[in-house]
């Protein structure tokens, strides 16, 4: 006969386990400690097999009973009930930390070590300590705009936005290897205070550029110092590029310097020649710096030549001169020399290059990169005889 409600309710413990039986397989055992389970038992291959359902009165008679024929079912289908009662494997989504170290340690960690340094910093200053230790996939817009909003409350607008940018890469990695669904922070475009878009201070006009020349010539502080500021003048050279030139990249034979892509802004390598006037900087310098790893070190160990010149030195150098940093600064090299390249009538595609821009599609960079170095040649040459003319007006 089937079991009822009451009989299981009203069974009590004894001095061995004993078993209260339903139909169709289904059972309650009654444990020694008086706790009571529901079983289901079926044969395969004429051997006994059991399953438990659950614990009374947690599961009911009724809600046993639905379990077990659940079960048949699934046999009359070729479905062993231990299979099918196994419990679900949930695969654990990472946090946003593990997926942005990931991330960093793929697609950042090759590129340049201040470029790096500075998204590295970004993430464990301002995202992780906020949103690290969070599943990824449950990460909303509003919370990435708390902790953007807790930036921008200190002044610090430009660094809201790099943080976001970098929040946002990380989420799109997220979405690509497939532990979340969307990036968030897209929601977001707009909900920062703009930016003031910065121009690099720059002297254009002759006459200062003249003075500007005449400042450095005459300059009387460190000769590693005063080197850099002609190397970037000459060179106009992106200030990062000057301060981790290494020697290896210098070539004397061929008057040129070679960068590889990854200490370059567009990640392509970039070569630069070099005019007679650069030349005999360099060669000025190999005596102090060459048995290092930098051509302008660190000012203060550069006999060991294992760190790079501070980001800061060129423009220090540049202040102690008089130029306030509204009216020269180390970037502005590079602007002062297209304006003036320009005017001395010299073709676009020439100085974009040479400034390492990005030119066209990658069949037109091919074509720049082999076709227009001699023009560069004769504009670097151009370039260094006219600041040298500005020394004798």
């Not at 943080?163 to 990695?173: A, K, T």
């Amino acid at each position: 006969m089937a079991l009822t409600d009451t009989e299981v309710r009203a069974a009590k413990q004894k001095e061995r386990r004993y078993m209260l039986y339903d139909n169709d397989g289904l059972y309650c055992e009654v444990m020694k400690s008086g706790s009571k389970v529901w079983k289901y038992r079926y044969w395969v291959e004429k051997k006994e097999q059991k399953v438990t359902l659950g614990r009374y009165p947690d599961i009911s008679l009724r809600e046993a009973r639905d379990k077990r024929d659940d079960l048949r079912k699934g046999r009359a289908h070729g479905i062993d009930p231990k299979d099918k009662l196994k419990p679900a494997i949930v695969p654990e989504v990472p946090t946003f930390e593990k997926v942005g170290r990931e991330w960093f340690d793929k697609h950042i960690s090759v590129k340049s070590d201040s470029y790096a340094e500075t998204v590295i910093y970004r993430l464990e200053k301002f995202l992780f300590p906020k949103i690290g230790r969070q599943s990824i996939a449950t990460i909303t817009a509003p919370e990435v705009l708390v902790l953007l909003r807790a930036i921008e409350a200190t002044g610090n607008i430009e660094t809201a936005h790099r943080v976001l940018q970098v929040c946002g890469r990380v989420l799109r990695y997220g979405v690509s290897i497939g532990v979340c669904t969307q990036d968030v922070t897209l929601s977001l475009r707009g909900a920062l205070t703009p930016t003031k878009r910065k121009h690099h201070a720059a002297l254009t006009d002759e006459r200062d550029i003249a003075g500007l020349i005449k400042a450095i010539d005459s300059f009387r502080g460190s000769f590693l110092v005063k080197s850099a500021v002609l190397f970037s003048a000459h060179t106009f050279l992106r200030p990062g590029e000057v301060r981790h030139l290494e020697w290896a990249e210098v070539n004397f034979d061929k008057q040129e310097i070679r960068l590889p892509e990854e200490k370059m802004k567009a990640r392509r390598p970039h070569v630069v020649p070099l005019s007679r006037q650069v030349i005999a900087i360099l060669q000025e310098l190999k005596p102090l710096t060459g048995t290092g790893k930098y051509v302008f070190p660190s000012n203060r160990g550069y006999r060991h030549g294992d760190v790079p010149m501070s980001e800061n030195t060129v423009a220090a150098a540049l202040r102690r001169l008089g130029y306030n940093k509204d009216e020269m600064s180390a970037h502005g090299f590079r602007g002062m020399a297209t304006t003036v390249l320009y005017e001395h009538g010299f073709m676009s595609d020439v100085v974009e290059r040479q400034l390492a821009h990005m030119v066209g599609n990658d069949v037109r960079q091919a074509y720049d990169y082999s076709q227009l170095l001699d023009k560069r040649r004769e504009m670097m040459e151009h370039w260094s005889d006219w600041l040298d003319s500005l020394i004798e007006q």
